[in-house]
């Protein structure tokens, strides 16, 4: 699996470039089609896809939308996105997933806050008590906001012997608003800690893939997402057959 936040394909590299090329995340100008392909290029090599901050079809994406474009040049067969974010149509944010698999259902969820524009995507692949449950959010800076956000997602996820969150949650797995997630779900902080923030000099652990204790990481390391101000962080599962059956 793979999470990644693509920052609309933008290029960041380093804090200078969030003043110096602001212009990039809202005009089409710049090489995000060949940022796209690079990305295309990692996430092709997963089976399940979660994206971030992906631009659904608005000015600055060229009226691309973003999910589509690298589920074609990935190879994959299911696509979904949940636009969350927009800004007058010059320029939209939303998560997205990609999967080889196919899902059983897909809903979108919107996430509490005080300022609107944050979700959570979640898919079911099979049927039953083995069902694989997979839920793509990008929380909020605050840590207020965050805390009924996890909330939420907590009361979605509860019941999910087999669970996957993965997301930018915008703060470190040990925060005091996380826990909510590991009393009232199956999910459990990570083993590791793997720094995704910023990409060009990583020091905050802030992108996570969170699982229950039936599905075993294997593997999980950080690797660049073309140049987007965070990496993507893959990660290998042990997931049980019966999950896709």
Known sequence: MLSANIQAGSSTRGYHDYVARSWSHVLPAGNKRGALDTIAELAGRHDIVGLQEADPGSLRSGFTNQT?????????????????????????????????????????????????????????????????????????LGAQSRRSQVDFIAELLGDHPHAVLMGDFNCDPDRPEMQALYRHTRLQPPATCVPTFPSWKPRRAIDHVLVTPALRVAMMQAMPAALSDHLALSVELDVPERAFE
Do not use: I
């Open 68 to 140: 589509h474009y690298l589920a074609e040049r990935g190879g994959f067969a299911y696509w979904s996105h949940q636009p969350n974010r927009r800004m007058g149509g010059v320029a939209s944010s939303a998560n997205g997933l990609l999967s080889k698999f196919e899902p059983r259902e897909v809903v979108n969820h919107a996430l509490p806050g005080r300022v609107r524009g944050r979700g959570v995507l979640l898919a079911t692949f099979g049927n039953g008590a083995d069902a694989l449950s997979v839920a793509v959010a990008h929380l909020s």
